[in-house]
């Protein structure tokens, strides 16, 4: 083998921005947060460095899929190795690697079933199979979201999905949304069973009568962080299995402990979900996601072709086992809880000096406050938002506007942030605010 030159890479940001504009479709240009666009050159565990050197913390976890940190060693380790040695291996052949991970993720599930794994490259795409899934199984074709969820950008994923920003023409249909239990805004006020209700209503009358399933997020990431009430989760699957569906948990941004409490979401109501959507996080950056089922339900799929090019990709897996590896050996779930609740006592004393912050919520490093105009109205604030996480960039912070309403400030940080970087992002956050 020859030596060859390496690639010339321009990381100015005026020719990386000039590139974009010229070659970029339009559609993937829109997704820019700041007025002012950036570049990141590197990163370690929870911190980020420009093409100017600035040391930025990650409150984005970039959209939550940094779970251990940037460029964890041990994650990088693994796939190296991996890719080293056979970088892809399509599913039609055996690697032990994915097989590994599937064992290894199925431990991690509620005993007293058997649970079998399908990989996937993304988010969603699980959410795709998923709802394939309940379809097969049940022979029902209805499903039921919530309407301020967020699933996914490809068509199926869409129609689930229930935000209009991101929901384009020629979606499938056979959806019916029911009222997020939204605990600050929600249109039953605060409380549960007016929710559980809304869920046998919208099946009597937007329905067939029977359905294939709901789909929930265990804490809404994207809607704005918003957690499910306790008995919420539970009473839905309830209500949806006596019409004939199965409980679909999306475990996306709140799976791999980041909740603290619990591995997965689901489990802080004592549910056992019929089908779980995991991603983000399971590879630390590196593409990979999973649809984990009980073994019956995902049997009828057997009778036709199911397939995902780089699903089960080995690189990725290895990744996703040293993922898995780190989670435990080092304690991160524990670490997700205690740093959060400390957070999240430090966003509560921000809040009571700032009139224009209605609500702080989350539990372990899900995390956002919520930004009104007024707080008896509890009218959003998207442009106040904007101002406080413009104002956050100076402050060395990168968080995520989001929400409905983009009136939303959340912090999903890998799940390696520290005590000591607690008191920096509360000062830099207080600062933002009293620019505002």
């Keep these: 083998m020859t030596d060859t030159m390496p690639l010339e890479t321009d990381w100015s940001l005026d020719a990386t921005a000039a590139r974009r504009d010229r070659y970029y479709a339009a559609s993937q240009r829109k997704f820019v947060p700041f007025a002012e666009p950036m570049v990141f050159r590197r990163g370690s565990m929870q911190y980020l460095w420009d093409a100017e050197d600035r040391q930025y913390i990650d409150l984005l976890g970039m959209n939550v899929c940094i779970s251990v940190g940037h460029c964890h060693p041990r994650v990088v380790a693994a796939a190296q190795a991996q890719a080293a040695e056979l970088t892809h291996c399509t599913t039609m052949f055996y690697h ?35 709802m394939t899934m309940a379809r097969t199984y049940t022979g029902n074709l209805d499903l039921l979201a919530l309407r301020s969820a967020y699933h996914g950008p490809t068509a199926a994923a869409q129609s689930v999905t229930g935000i209009s920003g991101w929901r384009h023409p020629g979606m499938p249909g056979h959806v019916a949304f029911v009222a997020e239990p939204n605990q600050y805004r929600g249109i039953f006020g605060p409380g549960t069973e007016p929710y559980l209700n809304e869920i046998e209503q919208t099946i009597a009358t937007a329905t067939t009568g029977r359905v294939a399933g709901i789909l929930i997020e265990s804490v809404q990431g994207y809607g704005g962080i918003h957690p499910m009430p306790p008995g919420y989760m539970s009473g839905a699957a309830e209500r949806v299995r006596e019409a004939g569906g199965l409980y679909i948990a999306d475990e996306v941004q709140s799976g791999f402990g980041r909740t603290g409490d619990h591995m997965w979401g689901f489990e802080a109501d004592g549910v056992v979900p019929d089908i779980a959507v995991m991603a983000k996080g399971i590879g630390n950056g590196f593409p990979l996601a999973a649809v984990v089922a009980k073994k019956q339900i995902a049997a009828p799929m057997a009778e036709k072709f199911l397939f995902h090019t780089y699903g089960a990709n080995p690189t990725s897996c290895a990744a996703g086992r040293a993922v898995l590896q780190v989670i435990r050996e080092d304690r991160v779930q524990e670490n997700a809880r205690v740093v959060g609740a400390a957070l999240l006592e430090r966003l509560r004393g921000i809040a009571s000096r700032h009139q224009a912050i209605g609500d702080v919520r989350g ?3 899900m995390l956002a406050i919520e930004l009104v105009k007024d707080r008896k109205t509890k009218e959003p604030d998207p442009q106040a938002t904007a101002a406080i996480f413009e104002a956050c960039r100076g402050e060395g912070l990168i968080l995520s506007k989001s929400g409905a309403f983009q009136s939303c400030l959340r912090m999903v940080p890998p799940m390696c942030l520290s005590l000591d970087d607690v008191d920096r992002v509360a000062d830099g956050l207080e600062a933002a605010c009293r620019a505002l």
């Design 96 to 130: 032990p690697t994915p097989a590994h991970l599937a064992e290894e993720l199925a431990a991690t599930m509620p005993s007293g079933q058997d649970w079998v794994v399908h990989f996937t490259n993304s988010g969603a795409e699980a959410i795709d199979l998923a």
């Design 363 to 365: 539990t372990g490093l």
